[in-house]
Structure formats: C-alpha cells, structure tokens
C-alpha cells in the first residue's frame, strides 16, 4: 500500500485531525507501543557474528554516528561488524542500490523517513520481530510512539530511537544591555512578543527582540496543522483558518515592533535567521531546534545564552511543538534481520535512552529519570537544559510524501505574509504553487 493510501485510510478511521492520544495508553501489542519492558525475551542471535550495513539520508558524520550510537554498539555487540555509509553529493541511496548494497538498517527523522522507505521499497513491517521479543511501545512518549502509525496503521515501519524539539534561546548580553529581564518557562506568545518589542531597538545598530526558525517552526507548528489535507491531497494553507492563526501569532505579531520590518528590509525581505542570531547577535530571542546547540557548540560558545521552554498560545496552555522523532528500522532486503533487530532493540533500552541522553540526544521514553540526565555530560550541561521538556507536545497530525515539497513555499510565505497588508492573497498563491508541485510529484 502507498504511504499516500495509508494515510488516506487512517485519516478516515481516526479522523482528519489525527490527535493520537490512546494507542499507548493500554494493551502494550507490538504495533502499539515502547520501548522493551522489564522481563521481556532475551535478543534473539545476539552472540552470532553478524555483518549489517547502515545508512540514513540525514548526512551525518561517520564520527557522529560513532559518539552517539556506533561505539556503544560496538561495545554491546562485539561480535558484529556494522558498518555506517555516511550520504554524500555523489553517493546517496539510489546509488547505493543501483551498485548492489544491501543496507540492513535505515534510519531518518520523521520528516523524510516514511517517503524514502516506501519511495525505495525498503519497508519491513516489524510487528512479528518485536512480538518474538516482548517489545512495544508502553513506556514511550505516547505522541511519539503514535506518530509510528502516520506510516501504516496495521503495521511498523520504524521505531522512534530519539526525538526533538522547538525550544525559546535567548541572548543574555542584549537583555543585560537594555535591563530587560530574562524570559521565563512557560511564556506564552503574547507574553513573547510584548518582550520582544522591549528588545527591539537601535543601539549604534538595529536589535531584534524575538524571531525564529520559520521551517522548524511550521513542521513543528503547535496548532497541529497538516501540511497536505491526507483525504483529499491538497494543500492546507489557503484552506486550513488555522495557519492565518498560526502566521499571525508566530510570525506576524514579532514584526509588529517597531523597526523589525525595516531591519528585514535590509536583510533581503527574510526575518532574522541563524546568523542573526549566532554571529552578529542581534537578536535577543530565537525559537529553534532543541539539539541544535550540539550542531553549532562554537557559535553558542561565543556569547552568552540560555534557554527556555518554547512560548504556548493561550488556548493551549502547556502544549509545546510536536515532537520530532527520528525512525530506525530493519529493511526488507537485510539478510540478518534478527541481528539487525538486536541493534534497534539496545538502541530504545533504558541503558541506550540513558547514554543518549546524558549525551544530549533527547530520549524517547517518558520516563523523567532519565529525561533528567540530558546534556548531563554533554559541553552544556550547566545550561537550562530541562526546558526542552518543560511543555507536553502537540499532536503530531497526518504526514503524507509531499511534506518535503511544501516546506519550502511554506517558508517563504512567511516574510511575503509580514511585510504585506493581504495574507490571503499571499497563501492562495503558495496554494496554487504547492498544489502543482503535488500533481507533478511521481506517484
């Protein structure tokens, strides 16, 4: 079945909205759940020698993967030879099948995994694999554990091994410079904003209160709109009120401060960015990723920063961005797929999530103990590190093939619905244009 079909089914068995708040509440079944629970089945072929090929699409480093999976893994399973092949511009997954290579594990975030497994016919439903096992869901961070079921209802493509999410930085040295005091845990927009405009000034040169990633800011969005209507597989953001909402909130209310569109003027019509942020300082507030201070350490170190829970529009108190997991699973053509099983079942133990966390990678289990240890030992453990868990996440709704090809004009829809009086003109346009992208999109 398509992704496009599943999700078609799914929409119409759940509804549209998707607000997965039960399947992880009770029963524990294999396809609906955690992580391993106490007592369950040994490994199965844990001490065979096994030879496994991993890749993901993400890019990451061979040294990455090695600090935060490879070398545990290798401790963990002394017998195996797992072998990660890095993405590069001249060799990504089409390569690597078109030469023959078996790839035993994927893995990728939420936002590309389901269209690159289904795209390239590497699915592998795991349900049997993890019933053999005892593992399921039942101790995972129930919006994560559902998301898995945006693939396929019936079955289980992926199991999330670590999550993420929007959180609030901010720059210390420009609060201090203008004796404004520090935001706090549990903002919510309006209160965001109101502290922005007291930030956004010219001092020898133009200051921005408070911006944001804008394309983390929509996949994450916390009014949890779809991107692409999952029944009719059309775009949402001319016929969906609630990203006028959600424009008007995030992205418009910011810029009402006085000399925060002139400055975007002056910087190419975008709204302050990373460099904005990280490199001229310019910006005291900045809604982005909550791993992202583990991809630029440099640049955080460079100034004086701290972090607090992402701002919450009033009707939803306490509810943060949707969460951001990233998917491993064993693929169809894996030789080895019990071994390659044992990998991903280490991998959501409690003694993984708790590495990983202390490391910085934010676990996927719910349980606070180990939600505590994170960034313990990591560069900025001495930070507000507890923050990213200050807010429960949003439901994670539909996700179709395209959401890939809609970020983009989504995104810059954003300064275009800023620094002009007719949004709506501006998201029928965005409409038009993604709607075509859809229709010329392979099926």
């Not at 545990?72 to 001249?90: G, H, M, R, S, V």
């Not at 869901?137 to 993420?164: C, H, Q, R, W």
């Not at 005291?284 to 991809?295: G, N």
């Amino acid at each position: 079945m398509s992704y496009r079909g599943a999700s078609k089914i799914f929409a119409a068995a759940v509804g549209v909205s998707l607000v997965f708040v039960s399947a992880c509440s009770g029963g524990g079944g294999a396809t609906t759940g955690e992580a391993p629970v106490k007592g369950t089945a040994p490994s199965v072929k844990q001490d065979e020698p096994a030879n496994l090929v991993v890749y993901s699409n993400s890019g990451d480093s061979v040294e990455s993967w090695n600090e935060r999976f490879g070398n545990a893994l290798k401790q963990k399973f002394p017998n195996y030879t797992i072998k990660y092949i890095q993405k590069t511009k001249e060799v990504g997954l089409k390569e690597l099948l078109t030469n023959g290579e078996t790839i035993d594990l994927y893995w990728d975030s939420i936002g590309g995994f389901a269209s690159t497994v289904l795209d390239s016919g590497l699915q592998y439903d795991m349900t049997e694999l993890m019933k053999s096992r005892g593992v399921n869901f039942s101790n995972m961070e129930p919006t994560v554990a559902d998301s898995v079921k945006l693939i396929d209802p019936a079955k289980v493509y992926g199991i999330p091994v670590f999550n993420n999410n929007m959180v609030l930085y901010y720059n210390k040295d420009v609060f201090d410079k203008f004796g404004v005091p520090y935001p706090k845990d549990g903002m919510t927009w309006n209160e965001a904003i109101k502290l922005g405009e007291r930030l956004t000034r010219y001092d020898g040169k133009q200051y921005i209160g408070l911006s944001s990633s804008q394309t983390h800011m929509l996949l994450m969005n916390q009014l949890s709109i779809p991107f692409v209507d999952p029944v009719k597989g059309t775009p949402t953001i001319a016929s969906d009120g609630k990203w006028r909402e959600f424009f008007d909130t995030v992205f418009v209310g910011p810029a009402k401060a006085a000399g925060y569109k002139e400055y975007m003027e002056a910087h190419k019509s975008v709204i302050p960015y990373r460099d904005e942020f990280l490199k001229e300082k310019e910006v005291a507030m900045f809604a982005w990723l909550s791993s992202i201070i583990f991809v630029f350490p440099d640049e955080f170190n460079s100034m004086k920063w701290d972090m607090v829970s992402l701002p919450t529009f009033e009707k939803l108190p306490n509810i943060g961005s949707q969460a951001y997991p990233t998917y491993f699973t064993v693929t169809n053509m894996s030789k080895q797929k019990e071994q390659a099983m044992n990998v991903i079942q280490y991998l959501i133990s409690d003694d993984m999530q708790k590495q990983l966390s202390r490391k910085g990678v934010m676990p996927v289990l719910k349980d606070e103990s180990i939600q505590k240890l994170y960034g313990q030992e990591s560069a900025f453990k001495e930070k507000r590190l507890q923050a990213a868990f200050y807010n429960k996440f949003a439901p994670i709704p539909a996700k179709t093939r395209y959401e890939s090809l809609l970020l983009t004009p989504y995104a810059k829809a954003v300064p275009k619905v800023i620094l002009t009086d007719d949004a709506n003109t501006v998201f029928r346009a965005t409409e038009e244009e993604t709607a075509k992208k859809i229709a010329e999109a392979p099926k």
